[in-house]
């Protein structure tokens, strides 16, 4: 008996954090000019190589910040940097000494490089010492898995491979104060115009069976020795705002298990880091639907986001795929619909037979569907994972476009409680789909994951979801051996019709016999197969690599799970020292590169800029919440002169969160109200926003635009108060570190001081000298440069310095400070 429909209004509140900031770039040149990316792709795998180009146009060095998204399941594998036609060649180190590394060789005047990872498919990229008027070409190397594209039969189509690489971050969904951790670093500056740079690309494809084409972009590509080259196509200019996709015809791999091998070269001037160790990358395939096994029942339930991010196109795409789940359900199938926001709200209160009338009153319902509120995915995650009847599997589809920050409570969540029976599957929906939460959460679901593209059409998509939940031929797969020394994922996926499956593996180089077996509707399901030595030099180091970064996502899996219960860093450690091994960027380990000779004199003031990312495609700014929260070279209160001791506790700590500068604001009220009643002004100015609006503006136009109160408060008050500003302190190692001062609200007359009077947290005081060696020398230094300050013997805590009062200048300076 069908229960009755649920109350179809969702909560709409405002989003705690919208995980992003609006940039006010007002016509400047930006320092990243151009992408480009190289890539070969074949048999299921690609290496792409992304070119950045990043140019100084200011007269002193230059420190770029960029947040750069990166394929989900890639493996980074490759860092360098070019400057004055010399190449410099990165490594992997462990996370805080390679920042230490950059940071020493920022102080040297030597130009550097650090790549970080964020989360899987976001990472922070630093550029460090760009000398003046010069062009820096950051180069990253990502091996990647290639996602197989089942075909449909009724258009003739075998299916093919597909290739996508990021191009745009969106804004993620924070929730609450303080429920991310890392929100600063994550948070996202978003361009309140167009971005100058555009995309290149050229694309070697070697196992087409006809031309290449993209959902997404204009490409064209021509015959060259055998394989397919492409690129743009003529007069085609790529704007940063969405996925690149590519897909190819191709034959599909033979029904079964093949397998490609790796063991590095040896000998002379090889690398040894992985000693004699084999890889593989063993290719799974099902037979074809109708041909295997029995197709197991399904209970099927679609979990769709309709959080404010998916409004307009997202949400109209993701009702047009749900659709055509649900009309892939047979008699013996069971439906539920979930939708979510800020709470989770039901089609039905239970499960209901997907007869023709259940379906057709289950599309009436997501037809009334609208996009508000936030993005609380756990509790819908919570609701979808519950006990499954007997005899069937419960697939639970996500659909989202991902925007979260708090990725690892949702993947965490989905490992806790996902039954023995149940499937994760997760379908990526937009320009700008945050693979980080999309990818692990189908991996901790046994699930696939998809990712469908605005405009594309959404019935061949969800063609290849559908051949991923409508037929699970072959579940419980394991593997064994002589041959085998491990696999990465531990948890083996399904095998589904038309769907092959890449699971990396650690190979006995002297080969042996490796067995697969698994459960079908009918019986066990056995494949053997006979693995020769492998010799050193055999294959592509993308095996290895890969089975590298598979195993990382492994241990961060269990980490999500809390399985490193013993708190012995057991797990993270096992990551680090992976990342050492195959020298790939992890989250505790980063990619550094040093130019051997300095580039610039330390002791000059640099500039730093943060690059903003385009709005993604199909998005709009209030949809993002980015609307009332824009920024640019921020104008902070703090800058200007003012009372000693005013607004420390809501002192702006750090650029992801701008301080704000209207008169109305929060810290110009407070400002005025710390005033004396003398010095407060007559009259406020015209301009008024709320106290939740920041203004800020460029360097060049600060003075113009600061609130009355400040600049009558600078009249009165002239040379003789101290002048505050925000300072980020940068740990260089044991019992140092750096001082980075962005100088604001006009220019400052500098002189290097002998020492820092440092205030702690508990309001301790602590005197520390200033060392010369790195530090910013004595001269003017403009609005919009940033001064050093390099420090020794700090205090046993450095995160406990909250303040640092500069005695000794020519304009006393009293610095706020955050940890960077």
């Known amino acids: 008996m069908n229960a009755e429909p649920q109350p179809m209004t969702l909560e709409d509140t405002t989003a705690a954090s919208t995980g992003g900031r609006l940039i006010a770039t007002g016509g400047r040149p930006l320092p990243l000019v151009s992408v480009h990316l190289r890539a070969e792709a074949g048999g299921g795998i690609a290496r792409a190589v992304l070119t950045q180009s990043f140019r100084n146009v200011h007269p002193e060095a230059l420190q770029v910040t960029y947040l750069l998204p990166l394929p989900h399941a890639g493996a980074v594998s490759g860092f360098a940097f070019h400057l004055d036609g010399r190449r410099v060649v990165g490594e992997v180190d462990r996370l805080h000494r390679a920042r230490e590394r950059f940071e020493e060789a920022v102080l040297e005047g030597r130009t550097a490089a650090l790549l970080e990872q964020e989360r899987g498919s976001l990472f922070t990229q630093q550029l460090g010492n760009v000398p003046p008027g010069a062009t820096v070409e950051a180069e990253v190397t990502i091996d990647q898995r290639l996602d197989w594209r089942p075909g449909d039969a009724r258009a003739s189509d075998a299916g093919g491979w597909e290739w996508r690489f990021p191009t745009v971050v969106a804004p993620r969904y924070q929730g609450a104060p303080g429920r991310v951790a890392d ?22 494809v070697r196992d087409a069976l006809g031309r290449p084409s993209s959902p997404t972009h204009a490409v064209a590509f021509r015959d060259e020795a055998g394989a397919l080259r492409g690129g743009p196509g003529e007069g085609a200019a790529f704007a940063l705002d969405r996925d690149l996709v590519i897909r190819w015809p191709a034959a599909a791999p033979a029904v079964g298990a093949s397998l490609q091998a790796h063991r590095a070269p040896q000998g002379p001037g090889a690398r040894l880091r992985l000693g004699t160790r084999a890889f593989g990358l063993l290719t799974l395939v099902p037979p074809a639907a109708g041909a295997g096994p029995r197709a197991t029942p399904r209970d099927l339930v679609v979990l769709l986001d309709a959080s404010g991010s998916m409004g307009g196109e997202p949400l109209h795409q993701a009702r047009r795929v749900v659709s055509a789940l649900v009309d892939s359900l047979g008699e013996g199938d069971q439906l539920e619909l979930i939708a979510f926001a800020n709470a989770p709200t039901r089609w039905k209160r239970g499960p209901v037979a997907a007869t023709a009338a259940s379906r057709k009153d289950a599309l009436r319902w997501l037809a009334k569907l609208q996009a508000s509120g936030g993005t609380e995915m756990r509790d819908g995650i919570r609701e979808a994972l519950r006990g499954v009847r007997a005899g069937a599997q419960r697939q639970v589809v996500l659909v989202t476009d991902g925007l979260i920050g708090f990725e690892q409570e949702v993947v965490a969540e989905i490992r806790a409680t996902l039954p023995e029976d149940s499937r994760v599957h997760t379908v990526g929906v937009g320009s700008g789909v945050n693979r980080s939460l999309t990818g692990p959460a189908a991996r901790a679901g046994r699930g696939f994951e998809v990712v469908i593209d605005l405009g594309e059409d959404p019935e061949r998509a969800a063609l290849a979801l559908r051949a991923r ?7 419980g797969l394991r593997l064994s051996g002589p041959a085998l020394r491990a696999h990465a994922p531990a948890r083996l996926p399904d095998l589904f019709a038309g769907a092959p499956a890449l699971v990396g593996l650690e190979l006995d180089p002297a080969g042996g016999a490796l067995l697969l077996t698994g459960e079908t509707a009918d019986g066990t399901f056995e494949r053997r197969l006979e ?3 492998v010799v050193p030099g055999t294959g592509t180091a993308a095996v290895a690599a890969l089975f590298g970064r598979e195993a990382v996502e492994d241990l961060e899996l269990a980490c999500a799970a809390g399985e490193d219960r013993a708190g012995d860093a057991r797990l993270d450690r096992a990551i680090e020292q992976l990342g050492l091994d195959f020298q790939l960027s992890t989250r505790l380990t980063s990619w550094v590169a040093v130019s ?10 640099v500039r730093r800029e943060e690059m903003p990312h385009a709005l993604p495609h199909g998005m709009s700014a209030e949809g993002l919440g980015l609307r009332g929260a824009m920024s640019s070279q921020p104008l902070m209160v703090a800058a200007c002169p003012a009372p000693a001791g005013f607004f420390t506790e809501e002192a702006e700590r750090t650029r992801s969160a701008p301080a704000a500068g209207g008169p109305g604001s929060r810290m110009a009220q407070k400002l005025r109200a710390a005033m004396p009643s003398s010095m407060k002004p007559k009259k406020e100015a ?3 926003r709320s106290a939740d609006e920041e203004l800020t503006v460029p360097h ?3 003075d113009a635009f600061a609130p009355a109160a400040v600049q009558e408060d600078a009249k009165r008050l002239g040379e003789a108060a101290a002048r505050r500003l925000l300072a980020r302190l940068r740990l260089l190692g044991p019992g140092r570190a750096v001082l980075e001062v962005e100088v604001t609200g006009g220019d400052l007359d500098w002189t290097l001081p002998d020492e820092l009077l440092l205030t702690l947290a508990d309001g301790t005081e602590v005197r520390v000298a200033v060392e010369p060696a790195g530090s910013t020398g004595a001269g003017r230094i403009a609005a919009g440069q940033s001064l050093r300050l390099v420090l020794g013997s700090l205090p046993a805590d450095p995160s406990a310095v909250v303040r640092a009062h500069a005695t000794g200048a020519a304009a006393e300076l009293v610095l706020d400070v955050t940890p960077a």
Not at 596 to 605: K, L, N
């Open 596 to 605: 051997m000779e300095p580039t610039v004199d330390p002791a000059r003031p």
């Open 686 to 688: 015209a301009v008024e």
């Open 531 to 533: 693995i020769r030595p």
């Open 700 to 702: 060049e136009q600060a």
């Open 183 to 204: 929100a600063g670093r994550t948070s996202v500056p978003v361009a309140d115009g167009p971005i100058a740079a555009r995309l290149g690309f050229e694309l070697l």
């Open 469 to 475: 939940t409508a037929a699970p031929l072959v579940t």
